[in-house]
């Protein structure tokens, strides 16, 4: 299994401002994603983070407002820009070497 | 793309019961089904998951059964304990892409 921490945990912020969220794994892991969860909903995968190469995102979402980084196996970074009240909601981050997921505690973001 | 449909939305049932739940998919590529139990304020936990080649598999007081024909999978949880009260989710994914789709989730409520 992989231990998966974020950073930070929660945060407010103000409309048009950005926000870098950290997603650390305690291993290498070949697959690493970032999932958004509405307060009372499901998992919604943003995109996955590609170690060497540019993330895939699903649709609906895309690079100019959520920029990934994953500068190696055990790490990746998720950006919400321009933030608006719509992208308050809890980001997770999950990774696994092979089936398996793990998720981190996620990040609790609200937009004011 | 994949879509996964769980129900119920809610259940409750009396301590020392059985809950079942059930999820549906749609794509046939899909092999590897986990489930995540996901309490409040943290994220999801994986507790048990299938893959495609396997029709059951236990864990304890829990089992996943698959039916790949019909494309659906359930999670039996027996002598339930109010410990187990969270919400379930239930997700679906292949080989080559590994993001997973969830499930709109379940909420148990186990009555001591």
């Known amino acids: 299994s992989a231990v998966i921490s974020q950073k930070p945990s929660r945060d407010i912020c103000q409309r048009g401002t950005s926000l870098t969220i950290q997603c650390q794994v305690d291993?290498?892991?070949?697959?690493m994603f970032w999932y958004r969860q509405q307060p009372g909903q499901s998992l919604t995968l943003i995109a996955t983070a590609n170690q060497g190469s540019e993330a895939t995102y699903e649709s609906g979402f895309v690079i100019d407002k959520f920029p990934i980084s994953r500068p190696n196996l055990t790490f990746s970074t998720l950006t919400v820009s321009n933030m608006s009240p719509e992208d308050s909601s809890i980001y997770l981050c999950?990774?696994?070497?092979?089936?398996?997921?793990?998720f981190g505690p996620g990040t609790r973001l609200t937009v004011t | 793309g994949e879509n996964v449909e769980q129900h119920p939305s809610t259940l409750s049932v009396q301590e020392g019961d059985s809950a079942v739940i059930k999820c549906t998919y749609s794509?046939?590529?899909?092999?590897?089904f986990p489930w995540y139990k996901q309490e409040l304020g943290k994220g999801p936990q994986l507790i048990i998951d299938?893959?495609?080649?396997?029709g059951e598999k236990k864990d304890q007081r829990i089992a996943v059964t698959l039916n790949k024909t019909a494309k659906h999978f359930s999670l039996h949880i027996t002598e339930t304990q109010p410990e187990d009260s969270a919400v379930y989710f239930c997700a679906a994914s292949d080989t080559g892409r590994r993001a997973l789709t969830f499930g709109s989730g379940t909420r148990l409520q186990v009555q001591p």
């Open positions: 794509d046939s590529a899909s092999n590897y």
């Open positions: 299938i893959r495609s080649n396997v």
């Open positions: 999950s990774g696994g070497e092979s089936y398996e997921q793990y």
């Open positions: 291993s290498q892991v070949t697959m």
